[in-house]
């Protein structure tokens, strides 16, 4: 298969769990191509056109961590396709990372749509991700029962009233935003509140969200595709998350670092009740944060954590992924447009 990967900027990009997934569907002897988020091309009266970077058959380190760095040295030309030469289209550039671009922000759902209606199996489903763009909006469809208590707005008086119902101790974050930067967790003691809270209202609109105690064991990064854990040997696609000294923040690039986790009965309850609303809405591959009984977040746009498994000697699941994106091809194939993106993009 010919499977395209969007990304932020291909030229900047460093190993991650995308690169990863290249590198599986590289070994695999599937032909990967790379694209940047501005990388589309629309002219009236054809087909959507791409400009993309082909990994050259050269390239054959066995290692994933390399596989980036002898792409970058092969120091390969863009060349302009078009998207009828792709069979699948995967949308991994995350648009919280396009502070200076905000013409990326929703370029990759937006010319992913016009890809999946010219007959490219598209994942995460382009028409799910545009209804899911801001997570953490959507997360608040999913059940009471999962989740803590929060508020969304863009009144500081709001705000100030969910600190005094949480007993004036809260976790403070943008509506839009990702890897922990401007979060805060705010107690009584905090001196700077009001400063806190015009600056996160300047972004735009804020979460309040209640506090969890179990938090300061980190949290559990849990992956789920077509609405499934990832199992292997007995070792699921999950991982702890454990924060950094004097940090309650508990994502990577903030420090946190890598444990294994058991599958608890905790965790089998929220992800039963997730499942049925991420395969309803064709989300392939989504990301789960949760501390003990609760989802904190979901991440649905270019969820990670599959290049850290390694640190506590589990399988990185790259295989289990590429399976999966191989049997909807061949599915496709088989009924054409009897099945539509959304169902094959969550079909297993």
Same mark, same amino acid.
């Given at each position: 298969m010919k499977i395209c990967f969007v990304v932020n900027n291909v030229h900047e990009e460093n190993y991650n769990s995308s690169v990863l997934l290249m590198h599986n569907a590289h070994q695999r002897g599937h032909t990967v191509l790379m694209m940047d988020?501005?990388?589309?091309?629309?002219?009236?009266n054809e087909p959507l056109s791409i400009y993309v970077l082909q990994v050259p058959k050269s390239v054959k380190t066995k290692s994933a961590k390399k596989f980036i760095d002898d792409v970058k040295k092969a120091k390969l030309k863009k060349k302009k396709i078009s998207s009828k030469n792709v069979d699948v289209l995967?949308?991994?550039?995350?648009?919280?990372?396009?502070?200076?671009?905000?013409?990326?922000?929703?370029?990759?759902?937006?010319?992913?749509?016009?890809?999946?209606?010219?007959?490219?199996?598209?994942?995460?489903d382009a028409y799910a991700l545009s209804h899911a763009f801001i997570d953490k909006l959507y997360f608040e469809e999913l059940p009471l029962s999962i989740k803590p208590d929060s508020v969304i707005t863009r009144k500081k008086e709001d705000i100030?009233?969910?600190?005094?119902?949480?007993?004036?101790?809260?976790?403070?974050?943008?509506?839009?935003?990702?890897?922990? +930067? $401007?979060?805060y967790?705010?107690?009584?003691?905090? *001196?700077?509140?009001?400063?806190?809270?015009?600056?996160?209202? /300047? &972004? #735009?609109?804020?979460?309040?969200?209640?506090y969890l105690p179990d938090v300061k064991d980190g949290d559990v990064r849990i992956?789920?595709?077509?609405?499934?854990?990832?199992? +292997? $040997?007995?070792?699921?696609?999950?991982?702890?998350? *454990?924060?950094?000294?004097?940090?309650?923040?508990?994502?990577? /690039? &903030? #420090?946190?670092?890598?444990?294994?986790?058991?599958?608890t009965d905790d965790f089998k309850k929220i992800i039963e009740v997730v499942a049925p609303k991420l395969i309803q809405d064709g989300l392939f591959f989504v990301g789960?944060?949760?501390?003990?009984?609760?989802?904190?977040?979901?991440?649905?746009?270019?969820?990670?954590?599959?290049?850290?498994?390694?640190?506590?000697d589990y399988p990185d699941f790259g295989d289990?992924?590429?399976?999966?994106?191989?049997?909807?091809?061949k599915?496709?194939?088989?009924?054409?447009?009897?099945?539509?993106?959304?169902v094959l993009a969550t079909m297993e």
């Open positions: 988020v501005g990388d589309f091309n629309f002219t009236h995967f949308i991994r550039n995350n648009p919280t990372e396009e502070v200076e671009r905000q013409w990326a922000e929703h370029a990759g759902v937006a010319f992913g749509k016009m890809m999946q209606q010219e007959g490219v199996l598209v994942l995460n100030l009233e969910f600190f005094e119902k949480q007993n004036k101790k809260m976790v403070l974050k943008p509506l839009e935003g990702s890897g922990g +930067r $401007d979060v967790l705010i107690d009584e003691n905090e *001196k700077n509140l009001n400063q806190i809270i015009e600056t996160l209202l /300047n &972004q #735009g609109y804020v979460i309040g969200q209640e992956l789920l595709m077509n609405g499934r854990l990832i199992e +292997r $040997d007995g070792k699921h696609s999950m991982i702890r998350r *454990k924060m950094g000294e004097g940090e309650f923040r508990s994502n990577f /690039n &903030q #420090g946190a670092t890598a444990e294994a986790v058991e599958l789960l944060d949760v501390v003990k009984d609760k989802l904190i977040e979901i991440n649905v746009l270019s969820p990670g954590g599959l290049d850290y498994f390694h640190q506590i289990e992924i590429i399976d999966a994106i191989e049997r909807k091809l599915y496709k194939k088989m009924y054409g447009h009897h099945l539509s993106n959304r």
